[in-house]
Every structure is written in C-alpha cells, then in structure tokens.
C-alpha cells in the first residue's frame, strides 16, 4: 500500500471516532431509553460543537429520567 492509502484510511478512522465521541451523549441516552433522547440528539447536533454544552448535554444524557 502506498502512503496515500494509509494516509486516507487513518483519516477515516479518526472521522469515525472524532463522531462517535461527539455523539457520546446521544449514544447514552439512547442507550438508556432517556425520555429526552430526540431533544439531547438536537442540542448535541446543533450545539455540541461548544465544550459547555457538550459537557451539558453529557451529563443531561446521565441524569434523563428513562421511559
């Protein structure tokens, strides 16, 4: 393989989990059946961006009451 292709795919890693930790706290809500699972998904999207509200919406994801 030439550097190129190894270059791309740690690329695509990274992307992979640069997303799976800026989604953590949808993925813990979800996975905690949270009552507000859709409203931390739209704060975590639009919002998450921020340090503040994506340590907010991270311990939101904990603290949701689960259906």
């Known amino acids: 393989m030439t550097g190129s292709v190894l270059d791309l795919i740690l690329l695509i890693l990274i992307i ?3 997303l799976f930790i800026y989604f953590l706290p949808t993925i813990i809500a979800s996975g905690r059946n949270a009552t507000a699972t ?4 739209l704060v975590n999207l639009f919002g998450g961006w921020t ?3 994506w340590i907010f919406v991270f311990i939101w994801a904990f603290l949701s009451k689960k259906k």
Do not use: P
């Open 51 to 53: 340090v503040a509200l």
């Open 16 to 18: 992979i989990v640069a």
């Open 38 to 41: 859709f409203l931390i998904f």
